[in-house]
Nanobody, 124 residues
Framework: EVQLVESGGGLVQPGGSLRLSCAAS????????MSWVRRAPGKGLEWVSA????????AYAESVKGRFTISRDRAKTTLYLQMNSLKSEDTAVYYC?????????????????WGQGTQVTVSS
């Protein structure tokens, strides 16, 4: 059974940092690209970042570029999102998602599994 379990969310002040984790199990983690996707209150899903199977290729939404860093640990089968210089507009539920292939595409999202999400609230 594929499982994606996010953690690390919470309340942080503007300008602060958080690191999200997504523990993956039930599939060969090394073989698939992964993404972070978020949903802000009252808004639709927004793609945040993607990483390919090896970690050698990454991509970011313009809204987070230069502030967020995606990474993966093959030994721990865990996906991470380091979030720095957080803004109020980063407030959202953050989900990790598994791609159906080893490489991601920025033009078309093809996910087959999602985590349950972790809440990030940026507020003073």
């Amino acid at each position: 059974e594929v499982q994606l379990v996010e953690s690390g969310g919470g309340l942080v002040q503007p300008g602060g940092s958080l690191r999200l984790s997504c523990a993956a199990s039930g599939f060969s983690f090394d073989d698939y690209a992964m993404s972070w996707v978020r949903r802000a209150p009252g808004k639709g899903l927004e793609w945040v970042s993607a990483i390919n199977w090896s970690g050698g290729s990454t991509a970011y939404a313009e809204s987070v570029k230069g502030r967020f860093t995606i990474s993966r640990d093959r030994a721990k089968t865990t996906l991470y999102l380091q979030m720095n210089s957080l803004k109020s507009e980063d407030t959202a539920v953050y989900y990790c998602a598994k791609w159906t292939s080893s490489e991601y595409a920025t033009s078309l999202a093809e996910y087959d599994y999602w985590g349950q999400g972790t809440q990030v609230t940026v507020s003073s």
